[in-house]
C-alpha cells in the first residue's frame, strides 16, 4: 500500500494525496477536506486523541474506550499528519509521540458542524415529538398489524418510530389471549416490572387496590408518576370489549396542553413546571406492603426547555404538599387551568377486541369512560409497560440493520412503508 507523507510543521494547506486534505489550525485543531470541493470539517485535537481507535486506546469488540485518563493531558498537540489514500485515513502523531490513524468515514459522522449533529440527533439519537390536539388524533395516529409487527422489522420499527414521534400507535388483529403483551415487548425488549407486577389485568374487581380496577369513569392520568423511574410505554391489549356504551378509551397529548400553557398562560406554565408536586401511592399487592413518593412538576423541562414528561393524578397526589404557603392557591389555579384544557381536548375512541393501544406514559394523559360491568357485558385489557431505554435502543439497532442492509427485499419493505 502506497502512503503519502507529508509534516505539517510548515502548516500552510498541505494536499494529502489527489483527494484528500488536511491541515493543523490554530496548533491544536485538524482541519479535513475529504475531497477537493467538499467543505473542510474541523476537528478539536484533544478529541481526536480522546478518541483513539487504536488497540492501547480502545477495546474494539465491547466499543469502549481504554485510554489511561489518569494520565490524559488536555493540552495534546498534533505534531504531524499523514494520509492514507487508499485506506481513506488520516494519520495523526501526536506530542505525546504516540500515533492515530481516523478513517475519512468515520470523521465525516462525527462531523462538528451543527447542521451534520442535527441530523444524527433527529435522525438517530431520538426522533423529534410532533404534538397533536384532540381533533388531529384520526391523522395523527398510525396503526399497524400486529402479524407484521411481529413478522418484520422494517414494521417493527416504523411503529416504534411512530411511538416516539406521536406518543400513540394502534396494533391491529392481535389474538385474543393473554400472552399477547408479553410476546410484543419481547420482540422489542422485556418488560418493565412495577408495583403491580410485570403483565397486569384491567377489569373490575370487588374490593380493588387501585382506582384503575373499577368500572367507575377513569379521570385522565399519567400512571406512576410516583416513581422516579417511571415506566415508559404503555401496552393495552384489547381482549373483551364491554357491550355497554361506555369503556372508550381518551387519550390528550399532555406536550400539546404544555404548548397552549406556554403560549397564553405564560405564568401557569412556568409554575407548573417549578413547583414540587408530592406524587404517591399506598397499598399492597400479593401481601407486599408499598408506599411510593416521588416529588417532581407536573410538566418537567430538560436544560434546553424541551418537555422530558408530564405528571397528573388525582387519585395518586399526596395530601401531604411540601411547598410555601403562598405558593399552594397559585399552584391550584395554574393546574386547575391545565386539567380543565385537557379535559376540553381529550379524544375518546373504543379500542375492540384484538387492539393492542401502545402510548407514552409520560407524555399522553390517558383514562377510560366508565362503564357497566356485569356477567353479560364484561370488560377485559391486559397490560404492561415498556421503558423508553428499551424502546429506543431497538429503534436505533434497527435502523442501522435496516440502513445498511443492501439487499433488495429490505430496501422494498422499507419503500413500502
Ligand atoms: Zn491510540
Not at 489511561?68 to 498534533?78: A, E, G, K, L, Q
Request: hydrophobic share 35%; charged share 30%; net charge negative.
Amino acid at each position: 500500500m502506497w502512503v503519502q507523507r507529508l509534516l505539517g510543521r510548515s502548516l500552510g494547506e498541505l494536499r494529502l494525496g489527489r483527494q484528500i486534505s488536511a491541515r493543523i489550525v490554530n496548533e491544536s485543531n485538524i482541519e479535513v477536506q475529504p475531497a477537493s470541493g467538499d467543505k473542510p470539517l474541523t476537528f478539536p485535537g484533544v478529541w481526536l486523541r480522546d478518541n483513539c481507535q487504536c488497540d492501547d486506546c480502545f477495546h474494539g469488540s465491547s466499543k469502549s474506550r481504554k485510554l489511561d485518563w489518569d494520565r490524559f493531558d488536555t493540552r495534546i498537540r498534533p505534531v504531524d499528519l499523514q494520509a492514507d489514500e487508499l485506506a481513506q485515513e488520516v494519520v495523526v502523531r501526536w506530542s505525546d509521540a504516540h500515533e492515530s490513524r481516523f478513517p475519512l468515514k468515520w470523521l465525516r459522522d462525527r462531523s462538528f458542524e451543527e447542521r451534520r449533529q442535527a441530523e444524527y440527533l433527529r435522525d438517530f439519537y431520538r426522533p423529534p415529538t410532533r404534538h397533536w390536539s384532540g381533533a388531529e388524533f384520526q391523522e395523527i395516529a398510525r396503526h399497524f398489524s400486529y402479524d407484521e409487527v411481529m413478522a418484520k422489522d422494517s414494521v417493527l420499527m416504523h411503529w416504534l418510530q411512530a411511538l416516539a414521534v406521536h406518543g400513540v400507535a394502534l396494533l391491529r388483529g392481535a389474538p385474543l389471549d393473554e400472552g399477547v403483551v408479553r410476546r410484543l415487548a419481547e420482540r422489542v425488549g422485556f418488560i418493565r416490572r412495577t408495583t403491580y407486577g410485570e403483565e397486569f389485568v384491567v377489569q373490575a374487581k370487588p374490593g380493588a387496590q387501585n382506582f384503575a380496577y373499577l368500572s367507575l369513569p377513569l379521570p385522565l392520568h399519567t400512571d406512576l408518576p410516583y416513581y422516579e423511574y417511571k415506566p415508559s410505554v404503555n401496552i393495552l391489549h384489547c381482549v373483551v370489549q364491554t357491550e355497554s356504551p361506555g369503556g372508550s378509551n381518551m387519550l390528550v397529548d399532555g406536550f400539546h396542553i404544555a404548548d397552549i400553557l406556554r403560549r397564553d398562560h405564560p405564568e401557569d406554565f412556568d409554575r407548573l413546571c417549578r413547583v414540587l408536586v408530592d406524587w404517591n401511592d399506598i397499598g399492597s399487592e400479593d401481601g407486599r406492603e408499598f408506599h411510593n413518593i416521588w416529588r417532581a412538576p407536573v410538566i418537567c423541562l430538560d436544560s434546553a426547555g424541551r418537555y422530558t414528561r408530564v405528571n397528573h393524578s388525582v387519585p395518586q397526589r399526596d395530601s401531604h404538599f411540601n411547598v410555601p404557603l403562598e405558593e399552594v392557591l397559585p399552584w391550584y389555579e395554574s393546574y386547575a387551568r391545565f386539567v380543565r384544557l385537557a379535559i376540553a381536548d381529550s379524544h375518546a375512541f373504543k379500542t375492540q377486541p384484538g387492539d393492542v393501544l401502545t402510548f407514552n406514559n409520560i407524555r399522553l394523559l390517558h383514562g377510560r369512560a366508565g362503564y357497566d360491568d356485569s356477567e353479560e357485558s364484561p370488560r377485559y385489557i391486559v397490560g404492561a409497560y415498556l421503558d423508553w431505554d428499551i424502546i429506543y435502543s431497538r429503534l436505533r439497532v434497527l435502523k442501522k440493520k435496516l440502513h445498511s442492509d443492501s439487499d433488495a427485499d429490505a430496501d422494498s419493505e422499507l419503500g413500502s412503508q
